[in-house]
């Protein structure tokens, strides 16, 4: 006699948690700019996987779900908050010296020009290289064409390069 | 994979909630969710009020119109038996 055997996939939300903090949290600082606000999104998302525990299937299918989320309720918080650009191109202040390479004031200039970047082409921009998504991935997270997708990357790195250049960082 | 790719990665790289976070969230899963308070629209209780005057008005009128129509009445009635008295007081005084 075959038995029928239910197998039970249980997924420990505190593990989710432990495991993913960085990636929910990093996504939403990055995208915000803003500690406070970016704990509190993130906190959103994890209690919204806690409601939504019983459908998630899989590790990869947390991981799927807790970045989709975390881009939507940051968009969302940026919304609320009415006032985006958070930093404007303007106030990314002019170094009185050229910052150079694996300097960390030029990863501070790098992050407040994402900063200024508009909606969509900073998440995508976060999501490429914060979590080194393909843009395929990063595509299916964001209910984005793949070609959308190509295009912001494209764009938002050649105005990077642009500003960058006019700082006197990155000439050949 | 450029310079500017790299210092990319770099600027965006992980970064950790504050200490602690994890029992936030923890907390905040255990707590009750709060109990929704049934809220009454502000333009309830004003509503309600011009009904009941709406309604209260409209019996106040019906019944108003009723005793007008009954004294009306009554005018006629009182009109038509005086006339009718006339009437047979000249017949009365003609025989």
Known sequence: MIGLVQVETTIDFAALVREHQSMVFSLSYHFLHDRDLAEEVAQEVFLSLHRHLDDIKSPEHAVFWLRKVAAQRSIDATRRRKRRPQVSMEEVAEPSFRPSFQDPLLRDILKRLIATLAEAPRMVMIMRYQEDMEPSEIAAALDMPIGTVKSHLQRSLALLREKLQRRGVGEN | ?95
């Not at chain 2, 502000?42 to 309600?48: E, I």
């Not at chain 2, 019906?62 to 007081?89: C, F, P, W």
Request: aromatic share 4%; hydrophobic share 45%; glycine share 6%.
């Open chain 2, 1 to 95: 994979m450029d310079w500017l790719e790299q210092e990319l990665k770099q600027a965006l790289r992980r970064e950790d909630p504050s200490p602690g976070f994890e029992a936030r969230v923890a907390a905040a899963v255990g707590r009750p969710a709060s109990p929704r308070v049934a809220v009454m629209p502000r333009w309830l209780p004003a509503a309600a009020a011009i009904a009941i005057i709406a309604v209260s008005g409209g019996a106040a009128y019906r019944h108003h119109q009723g005793v007008v129509a009954k004294e009306q009445l009554m005018l006629a009635m009182r009109i038509t038996a005086g006339s009718l008295n006339h009437i047979q007081s000249h017949v009365k005084e003609s025989r």
